[in-house]
């Protein structure tokens, strides 16, 4: 399986970005699509995570109500769209896929997935 992310960019604070990331190679229809972000000197953390077969995405706290990520099962596509963006924000987005089924706790850990994009840079500046 490959992903292949994109949309990242520079963006002032209250701004907005959508991310999108695209899978190939996918040999299942189950399993789970994340985001995660990575900030410099931090270690990679949670952000958004969905299932393909269906049911609402889930998010960490940080992001809830600002953040909202989607899927298009047609084109084996996931967005995040990112709103009232904060300098807090800025990191390395990657996307991460995993071909099985795990309830939300195993979503939320960068361990439960197997593939990974490149990650996009998002940078909010104040």
């Known amino acids: 399986v490959q992903l292949q992310a994109s949309g990242g960019g520079l963006v002032q604070a209250g701004g907005s970005l959508r991310l999108s990331c695209a899978a190939s190679g996918r040999t299942t229809s189950s399993g789970t699509m994340g985001w995660f972000r990575q900030a410099p000197g931090k270690e990679r953390e949670f952000v958004a995570a969905?299932?393909?077969?269906?049911?609402?995405?889930y998010y960490d706290d940080s992001v809830k109500g600002r953040f909202t990520m989607s899927r298009e099962n047609a084109k084996n596509t996931v967005y995040l769209q990112m709103n009232s963006l904060k300098p807090e924000d800025t990191a390395v987005y990657y996307c991460a896929t995993v071909e099985r089924f795990g309830i939300p706790a195993l979503s939320r850990r960068d361990s439960w997935y197997d593939y990974w994009g490149q990650g996009t840079q998002v940078t909010v500046s104040s």
């Open positions: 969905i299932r393909w077969t269906g049911g609402s995405a």
